[in-house]
């Protein structure tokens, strides 16, 4: 049957490294990159005897990524011993944090679907762990390398795992989901996100079931997914090579698979049939945590309002269209930007469409982030009251817009400097208007003659006579009386 | 009367005083190991040129005329668990046997700072498992007292050297029983601090909940001195607690009179033997006799501390021991391997003894899914009923009375066959471990020439209340004045 008539369930499994200075359980620091074994200390590299010291920093980041996806925050929490062999593992255990006593669970967050409509997914838990270190193969794979080396850099940097339910229902709205969560862990500040540098990892979980099944279907858990796109265009064919193989009547079996970029296909990994045990324990060099009720109070106020509530008050208060209010509420930093020149101005349109063309479009073509543009907000709102003071035309502002954004000038400044003050003196512009009717007969003529564009024509010279500087709203008033009184 | 002959009570007089150098005292305990070591082999390592480096500026402070901390220039030995910056720590093991560590366990900082004079590092049961040196991965130790006998274990090296004089002070480690054990068998003071006094920074874990560093020492001034000088609250350790000690020199000279001792019918039964039981009714006698009130408690899950100690201890110990995989420091096989899997087994069935694989398997059987409720849980579970055990003995008396061990140092070799009757060599002092508690070791008597321990046990942080009691006996009793002829 075609893949319509199944139901495509997906739930992902989120990691995020968490952005504090030195690593979870030691002073290494985190940052990326760096010579191999450059941030590494006794603790982090396991050395016999060595004891974990728990960052307090990673545990509020946690918390208050539990918060900000609607979770429940334990009073008392604990962390565990997860067991594993594996060159990059140096203690053969990741401190991690197994079912009981989680820091943060049963939360959700709010996802566009598809109608249009938003949709509640869940989020089973958030959990606290320390990172990896990396193996670097000799030859492109495992397969071909005769040696690995270890480097240990990221070993202990900490990472928070976010485990959605399955209540995701197409490619996609994962790719929606992982965005949102994305915007959200970015709002709080709590991680970086990059997934090209691997502080944000993401693992696919996907099953297919008939229409109207109650029974999920045999899963398979899809890795190495290293873009948005990549988790999109990855669970968009794994569901079609799931939909194949039920057709053909295949047994499925539960499996983890790789999501090949190049050739645009999933590959078996391995099969899931005899499950790791990994024998967790809690970690007896740990005390266990307590969140007290102060630490919960201090950390919900460190998180600012959040994007679904921002947009909503964008478009419902200050009237933009969802467009507008989704794209500036997507970004903190855009949305703070955004409101603190409303602040200055007053009125929420006119910086929304300034925001929303000028400042995207500088912003993109310079490659720059709003973090560093160098136009403050309230030079943006200055800039605004020039206009409505009819102090320079919209077209002019555009020009003082520009090299502001370049200079980081004071638009008054600018406009002082360059001269672009509007010309709306009628005695002025009449005379201007006279001298560019005269130069110009054939058109005066045209347009006295019944042709109502010729006017066009004698607007456009009046503004290069100008400099653009003529007030616009004026000219073709003036104009027109003067051909008026030629007639 | 040598110098390697004295406590280091003594010494820290002599050298107060300038009548003797540190140099001195660390080339007559130096002397006195080359000329013990081929009979006794207690120590893994001698590290004899730091030993002199460290007394020659303890030396030179003094002709300074600074004030010295008060152990300073007194020899220590290490045992061989501890980690010590640029100082092979093998842990008897030959997995680590030529591990070379890059940093200070917390302990050996302080006696870095505090001036102690580190003479080298002890045999041990392989990573602190067994009970006579026997497992160690290196050699065998002897007891000082006939050496045909085991000097107990896992600190047995330290036990030892203390006993023959290769050292003055040495520092242990006990899990199960690890220094008050081989403290018995040596006849000489051994003392496991509370869980959480000592800092464990830098000690190669095996049983991380019970694991704690302890003194080993000729007599309880001199064990009072050294706890003193490593009972510190280490930010580096989240399970050291964070309360001051007291004075425990001051406190231990308050002695025995007017303490409650209770002894527990559950310590005192069969499969004690009769020189031991003996030296325990002594000790009841010498205790009431300085005062003390005797007093009858009861520990009703006692029985089931060995068991549960024989699952928590290997649980843990699978997961600590997991990292020695040939990756990054220890042995690695040479032989040929097709991956990493292979690649840790054969480096972990080269590296690692008997002893050691048979606790890293039945740590991993019982964690493994399946069996963890009925085997790790229900052992915790236990571990709480013991701990309650003591808190209700403890309302009625200051410290419990127990035997070291069921009886003296048995011969090398004469239990290696059945572990089971090796690990019955813990009965008394396993409790101890699970329940955070600290205990004491002290020489009580004699069965045909080999020492008899007597141990003492007190409730959470009251190391002052062991070392009055054993200070008491001590001044009203000579079994710790003698030693042995090597």
């Not at chain 1, 509530?309 to 969802?322: A, D, F, N, T, V």
């Not at chain 2, 070799?413 to 600290?438: H, Q, R, W």
């Amino acid at each position: 049957m075609p893949l319509n008539d199944y139901e495509i369930v997906i739930g992902l499994e989120v990691h995020a490294e968490l952005k504090t200075d030195s690593k979870i359980f030691c002073g290494c620091t985190t940052e990326f990159g760096g010579e191999p074994n450059s941030h590494v200390c006794p603790v982090c590299l396991g050395l016999p005897g060595v004891l974990p010291v728990l960052n307090e920093k990673a545990m509020d980041y946690t918390i208050t990524a539990g918060l900000a996806l609607n979770c429940e925050i334990s009073p008392y929490s604990k962390f565990d011993r997860k067991q594993y062999f594996y060159p990059d593992l140096p203690k053969a255990y990741q401190i991690s944090q197994y079912n009981d006593f989680l820091l943060c669970k049963s939360g959700w967050i709010e996802v566009a679907s598809g109608n249009g409509e938003l949709k509640k997914v869940r989020i089973n838990r958030v959990h606290l762990e320390e990172d990896a270190g990396k193996t670097v193969h000799s030859g492109t794979g495992i397969l071909d390398s005769d040696y690995g080396q270890q480097d240990y850099n990221r070993c202990g940097v900490p990472l928070i795992e976010i485990v959605g339910e399955p209540d995701l229902r197409s490619a996609q709205e994962a790719k929606e989901y992982l965005e949102k969560l994305r915007t959200l862990l970015l709002y709080t500040g709590i991680s970086d996100c990059k997934m090209e540098e691997g502080s944000l990892r993401c693992d696919a979980n996907i099953s297919l079931r008939p229409k109207g099944a109650k029974e999920f279907g045999i899963l398979a858990e899809i890795k190495n997914l290293n873009s948005f796109k990549a988790v999109q265009s990855a669970l968009e064919y794994e569901a079609e090579r799931q939909a194949e193989l039920y057709d053909k009547g295949e047994k499925m079996f539960k499996q983890t698979r790789a999501w090949d970029e190049n050739k645009g296909v999933t590959v078996l990994m391995r099969s899931k049939e005899g499950a790791s045990d990994y024998r967790y324990f809690p970690e007896p060099d740990l005390v266990p945590m307590v969140i007290d009720d102060e630490r919960l109070q201090r950390l919900r106020n460190t998180i600012p309002e959040l994007p679904d509530s921002r947009k909503r008050r964008y478009m419902e208060i200050w009237g933009l269209p969802e467009y507008d209010a989704n794209l500036i509420s997507g970004s903190r930093e855009l949305a703070d930007y955004f409101e603190a020149a409303v602040k200055e101005y007053g009125e929420a349109k006119a910086v929304s469409n300034w925001v929303m063309v000028e400042l995207m479009r500088l912003l993109n073509q310079e490659k720059i982030e709003i973090t560093a543009v160098k136009i403050t907000p309230a030079a943006l709102a200055k800039m605004l009251k020039l206009i409505d003071a009819g102090t320079i035309s919209g077209k002019i502002a555009k020009t003082v817009f520009e090299e502001m954004f370049m200079t980081g000038k004071d638009p008054e400044a600018i406009v002082q400097e360059k001269g672009l003050v509007q010309i709306s003196d009628s005695g002025e512009l009449a005379a201007i208007a006279k001298k560019v009717i005269d130069a110009n007969p054939q058109s005066a003529a045209d347009y006295l003659g019944g042709k109502a564009q010729a006017l066009g024509f004698l607007v456009g010279q009046m503004m290069k006579e100008t400099k653009g500087r003529a007030n616009p709203a004026m000219v073709n008033e003036l104009l027109r009386k003067e051909l008026e009184q030629r007639k | 009367m040598e110098l390697y002959q004295k406590t280091a009570h003594e010494l820290q007089q002599l050298i107060a005083a300038k009548e003797v150098k540190a140099v001195e005292v660390a080339e007559s305990v130096l002397e006195r190991a080359r000329q013990a070591e081929p009979k006794i082999h207690a120590f893994v390592t001698l590290a004899e040129e730091e030993a002199y480096q460290a007394a020659r500026r303890v030396d030179e402070a003094v002709s300074k005329g600074v004030k010295l901390p008060p152990l300073a220039g007194i020899p220590v030995a290490i045992k061989d668990n501890i980690s010590t910056a640029g100082l092979r720590t093998t842990c008897a093991s030959k997995i680590l046997e030529n591990y070379i560590p890059p940093y200070d366990a917390t302990v050996i900082a302080e006696i870095r700072n505090q001036m102690m004079v580190l003479v080298g590092k002890t045999n041990m049961d392989e990573f602190a498992m067994g009970s006579s040196t026997e497992n160690s991965g290196l050699f065998t130790t002897r007891n000082p007292w006939d050496i045909e006998a085991v000097p107990g274990g896992s600190s047995g090296g330290s036990a030892a050297a203390v006993c023959a004089d290769e050292t003055i002070l040495a520092l242990g480690s006990d899990t199960g029983g690890s220094i008050r054990q081989p403290a018995g068998y040596c006849g000489i003071v051994g003392l496991k601090p509370t869980y959480g006094r000592v800092s464990r920074y830098g000690l190669v874990a095996y049983a991380s909940s019970l694991d704690q560093i302890g003194p080993l020492t000729k007599d309880v001034t001199d064990c009072a001195l050294l706890l003193q000088a490593i009972a510190k609250y280490d930010p580096k350790d989240s399970t050291s607690v964070n309360q001051p000690a007291p004075d425990y020199l001051q406190e231990m000279k308050k002695g025995a009179k007017g303490l409650r001792i209770g002894l527990a019918k559950e310590y005192l039964g069969e499969g004690i033997s009769l020189p031991v039981k003996d030296a325990v009714q002594n000790g009841v006698k010498v205790f009431k006799d300085l005062g003390a009130e005797i007093v009858e408690v009861s520990l009703p899950h006692t029985e089931y501390a060995l068991a549960a100690y024989y699952i928590i201890a290997p649980a843990e110990a699978s997961s600590n021991l997991a990292r020695y995989d040939g990756v990054r420091y220890g042995h690695r096989t040479s032989q040929k391997v097709s991956d990493a899997v292979e690649l840790f087994m054969k480096t972990r069935q080269e590296g690692f003894g008997a002893e050691v694989k048979r606790r890293i398997m039945t740590g991993t059987y019982v964690l493994s899914s399946g069996y963890y409720d009925a085997y790790y849980l229900k052992a915790q579970k236990v571990r709480t009923l013991i701990r309650n055990d003591f808190d209700n003995a403890f309302k009625s008396c200051d410290l419990i009375l127990t035997p070291t061990t069921p009886s003296v140092a048995f011969k090398i070799g004469s239990k290696t066959k059945d572990p089971l009757e090796m690990y019955l060599e813990d009965i008394f002092t396993v409790t101890c471990n699970l329940a955070g508690l600290p205990g004491i070791s002290i020489s009580g008597g004699f069965d045909n020439g080999m020492p008899i321990g007597l141990q003492m046990l007190g409730p959470l942080f009251k190391e002052e209340i062991l070392l009055r009691a054993a200070y008491g006996f001590e001044q009203a009793t000579d079994f710790h004045k003698k030693r042995p002829e090597i």
